[in-house]
């Protein structure tokens, strides 16, 4: 069941989930949660090929948190993601 969620407690335990886009296209893994102090909660994505640069999802790029598969659901396509 997904669960819409802005929860960063939520978010803290989604390591290792998957990624997929708006169109259904996977973005990659969850790396690393970041839930900074002053600043909106954010993923790190990495995909499977390790020479590609990781992506940064925050928190209004996701749609719906699946527990029970382990898949992050975004609102936005991967091209709209941010690369640090």
Known sequence: MAVRTHDPNVLAATR????ADARGRIVGRVDEVSVPLDA???LTVRGRLPWRRPRIVTISDID????????IALSVEREHLRQP
Do not use: L, T
């Open 16 to 19: 290792g989930y998957i990624v």
């Open 40 to 42: 909106a909660p954010r």
């Open 64 to 71: 719906a948190v699946d527990p029970g598969n382990e898949v």
